[in-house]
Structure formats: structure tokens, C-alpha cells
């Protein structure tokens, strides 16, 4: 896509990776994703944030296109992670800027990625840092651990435009430019899905760092990725952060299981069925057939949290492991949950999933007798799946209305 003018010489200079399913290769992205690098035109012309390296071409390209033969004077990075900063040798070194800025924490580990860096015209930028570029100014505000230690956020008080990088981001691959010009209700999943698998394990200090931005008079959002936010919808992107952060229980639970003979998927059902009869909304899910980035994205938006599994070498099925590691990493909290599952022998499945649950910090809910069956179903089993789905979910339902 050209360059797009989003505001009065300012422009969108970004490229849209329409066929992207692994972001980062440990994300699933259903719907693509975009890097969004920014150029301001003015006393001093200043490009915020570069792209991946194999677009090099395409924001060089959209640079000339801009620039018509004037000097680009200054550089802003935002992050140094290589989808973002991935073209900063280069632009240093076809450009030659006055000014390069970044947070401090940046300016400490830059040059593991770039090892000229310490030749390089380098200004590090505080949080309040205020720098002029003529008609307008530019503060820049750290955001550490949104969602590395050196991400930060440049703000254009004269313009209202915050620069957010990864925060507000959404991989989200369109021809269009804003939120608006697909609507809201189609954005958030996007939106939801890069918070809870990305942005998740930071949630204290997303909470720290929103009242700051909050009180910036802020008319338009400039995500590193998707697309941009703009008047009321700004507002919206706000709440939904402090939303997510907040990770406030819901009357809903996910049920994550693995099978081989279907023993452990018929207790699932019956679990859920219990839950139902609570009032409780459930959500099976198949550890074979989900990935990670899916599990992730309902386990978020639950208040309880249920595992299963059959016993397999003394332990559990390799793809249930590698959905409970991926779980773990990103740390929700605020969850209710217990185990269940079934065995040929040995039956150490739930002990397993219990040790996993525990490193989560996922509270659990009291069981008399472990729920379990060896090798087969039978009616006794899953009326007291069911019994249990009923009590877990009058229980977390009760927990709920007690924070409204």
C-alpha cells in the first residue's frame, strides 16, 4: 500500500502482510497483521519507528515518495524489537540523522541488535522528555513492558496523536487505514487476541501506565500494528485495556481437555453440561484441535478454568503440555478452576494438571474424591461430572456477583 496522509503532512508509511498466521512464531494471527511506521513533516522531519527488514524497499520507497528530496532529520524508536526497528542500520546510514530517540532501557540494549549504535547520534528520552520539531513537539512517555523493557509512546501534543507502538496494536491485515472504517464490534477480537497473548503477563503495569496516557488529550491512536484509532473510538481503546488488565472474573468457564478413546471428552461434556444447569456459559475445548493462541484468547475472557486429561506415560498427552506451558507463560489471574481425567493404570494425569494449575496460580476448587474414571465411561462418572459443573459453576457465579 502508498503512503497515507492521516493528518496534514503526516503519514502512515507501514506495509500490510495479508498471508500471516505465525506472528512471532508463537502466536497464531487469523487475520494477518500490519507494521505501521509514521512520518512527520515539519521544521524537522521525523519518522517514528521503522519496519522488518525485508521491507526495507517498501518504507525506503515510501520515504522518497514523501520526502521529495528533503532531509529526514530525526529518528524515534519506539521499540527496538526487529519488527519494529528491523531497517534502523539502514535508515542510519542512508539518512544520517541529527537525532536518534529512545527510552532509556532501549539505549542500554540496543546494541545487541545493532552494534553501530554506539556511533550513532543517540538521545535517550525519559518519560516527559518534550522535544520540538518546529510547529509541533513531541513527549515521549515509557512504557516498559508493553510489552518489553523498552517500550515507550511519543505524543504529539499540537496534533493529539499518540505514537503507542505494540500497545493498542491488533494483527489485523486491511486495505482500510482506521477502526471506523471497519467497525469496532469487527476489531475488538483482534484487538482482545493480541492483549491476551501478548500484552497479558504485563497487566500491572498496563494499569500503572494508563492513567498517564488517559490524561493526555489524545484525538488519534497510532498502533505499531493494525490499524489506527481515531476520535471516540480513541476513548474505547482505553477502556478496553483497563478492561483486560483488570482481568475481573466472569460467569464463564473453559474446559481444556485432551483425549485418545473419547473418555476424557465425555466427562468434559458432562462437566459443561453441569455449568449450563449453574448458568454458568462453557466452552469446550480440544487440545488437539485448538491452538494455544485460541485457548488463550477464552481462558482470558473467563472466571473459571478447567483441565483434563488421560494419563499418558505416566504423564499427559504432548499437546496438553505444550498448551498448559504456553498458559503459564502468559499468567491470567483471577481464575477458579480444578482437574479431571481418566486412566489405563497408573493415573497421574490429575496430579500433573493440578501441579500445573498451582505454577498458574489458578485457585482451585475443593473436590471430595479426585474425578476420575479408569478406561470407560459409565453413568455413575458422568452424573458426578455433571454434580461437580453444577457446584463449580454456582460457586464461581456467587464469586462474581459478589464484586458488582
Not at 491488533?170 to 475488538?188: H, L, M, P
Not at 493480541?194 to 494508563?210: D, E, H, W
Request: hydrophobic fraction near 35%; charged fraction near 25%; aromatic fraction near 10%.
Amino acid at each position: 500500500m502508498k503512503p497515507t496522509e492521516i493528518k496534514k503532512d503526516i503519514y502512515w508509511l507501514g506495509a500490510v502482510e495479508w498471508n500471516l498466521k505465525d506472528f512471532h512464531s508463537y502466536t497464531h494471527s487469523d487475520k494477518g497483521t500490519s507494521y505501521n511506521a509514521y512520518l512527520i513533516k515539519d521544521e524537522k522531519n521525523v519518522l517514528i519507528d521503522s519496519l522488518e527488514k525485508e521491507y526495507k524497499e517498501k518504507l525506503f520507497c515510501g520515504l522518497a515518495q514523501t520526502l521529495k528530496g528533503e532531509k529526514l532529520h530525526y529518528l524515534v524508536v519506539n521499540h527496538i524489537e526487529p519488527d519494529h526497528a528491523g531497517v534502523l542500520t539502514e535508515l542510519v546510514e542512508k539518512y544520517q540523522p541529527e537525532k536518534i530517540f529512545c527510552s532509556p532501557m532501549a539505549d542500554k540494549n540496543l546494541a545487541s541488535f545493532c552494534p553501530k549504535k554506539d556511533t550513532w547520534p543517540i538521545v535517550v528520552t525519559p518519560t516527559g522528555t518534550n522535544v520540538s520539531i518546529g510547529k509541533r513537539s513531541l513527549t515521549f512517555v515509557e512504557a516498559r513492558m508493553l510489552h518489553w523493557p523498552d517500550n515507550m509512546a511519543t505524543y504529539c501534543p499540537e496534533e493529539k496523536m499518540l505514537f503507542s507502538n505494540d500497545a493498542f496494536g491488533q494483527n489485523y491485515a486491511s486495505s482500510k487505514c482506521y477502526i471506523d472504517e471497519v467497525g469496532r464490534e469487527v476489531i475488538e477480537p483482534s484487538l482482545a487476541r493480541y492483549y491476551g497473548n501478548i500484552i497479558l503477563p504485563y497487566s500491572a503495569m498496563v494499569l500503572k501506565i494508563l492513567p498517564a496516557i488517559a490524561a493526555l488529550d489524545i484525538d488519534m491512536i497510532c498502533p505499531a500494528h493494525g490499524l489506527i484509532w481515531r476520535g471516540e473510538d480513541c476513548q474505547y481503546a482505553l477502556d478496553k485495556y483497563q478492561e483486560y488488565a483488570e482481568q475481573k472474573p466472569t460467569k464463564k468457564a473453559v474446559i481444556v481437555y485432551s483425549t485418545i478413546w473419547h473418555t476424557t471428552e465425555k466427562m468434559a461434556e458432562a462437566i459443561a453440561s453441569g455449568l449450563h444447569e449453574a448458568g454458568v456459559e462453557a466452552k469446550i475445548m480440544d487440545a488437539k484441535i485448538y491452538n494455544p493462541t485460541e485457548i488463550m484468547c477464552e481462558v482470558m475472557n473467563s472466571g473459571g478454568v478447567i483441565f483434563g486429561a488421560p494419563t499418558h506415560n505416566n504423564g499427559i498427552l504432548p499437546q496438553m503440555g505444550g498448551v498448559l506451558t504456553y498458559l503459564k507463560g502468559l499468567r491470567p489471574q483471577n481464575k477458579l478452576g480444578f482437574c479431571f481425567g481418566s486412566y489405563g493404570w497408573s493415573g497421574e494425569s490429575i496430579a500433573v494438571l493440578e501441579e500445573w494449575m498451582q505454577k498458574m496460580n489458578i485457585e482451585s476448587f475443593p473436590l471430595e474424591t479426585p474425578l476420575k474414571i479408569q478406561n470407560s465411561s459409565n453413568h455413575e462418572i458422568l452424573k458426578k461430572c455433571l454434580e461437580t459443573g453444577k457446584a463449580f459453576g454456582e460457586e464461581l457465579s456467587k464469586r462474581v456477583d459478589s464484586l458488582k
